[in-house]
Nanobody, 116 residues
Framework: QVQLVESGGGLVQAGGSLRLSCAAS????????MSWFRQAPGKEREFVAT????????YYADSVKPRFTISRDNAKNTVYLQMNSLKPEDTAVYSC?????????WGQGTQVTVSS
């Protein structure tokens, strides 16, 4: 059974930074892609960033370029999201998603709140 656990969320002032982590457990976990999504109150979930697990190729939503950086540690089965120059509109629950062995897995999410 694969589990994704996010951490690193919190309250930060506008202009500040946070680093989110998403750790995957499971002996046979071999992702092809891991991604970050977010959902603000009253809005639909939206894509933030994705990374190819083998090649490390990345892709970002226009709204977070170039402030956010996605990275991964293959040995730790962990994906990160470094968020700089945060804005109040970045406030949301951030969740990670993994595609592995033909299955899709989601974490429970971590709250990020940016005060103005």
């Amino acid at each position: 059974q694969v589990q994704l656990v996010e951490s690193g969320g919190g309250l930060v002032q506008a202009g500040g930074s946070l680093r989110l982590s998403c750790a995957a457990s499971g002996r046979t976990f071999r992702p092809s892609v891991m991604s970050w999504f977010r959902q603000a109150p009253g809005k639909e979930r939206e894509f933030v960033a994705t990374i190819g697990w083998s090649a490390g190729n990345t892709y970002y939503a226009d709204s977070v370029k170039p402030r956010f950086t996605i990275s991964r540690d293959n040995a730790k089965n962990t994906v990160y999201l470094q968020m700089n120059s945060l804005k109040p509109e970045d406030t949301a629950v951030y969740s990670c998603k993994a595609v592995a062995n033909g299955n899709v897995y989601w974490g429970q999410g971590t709250q990020v709140t940016v005060s103005s």
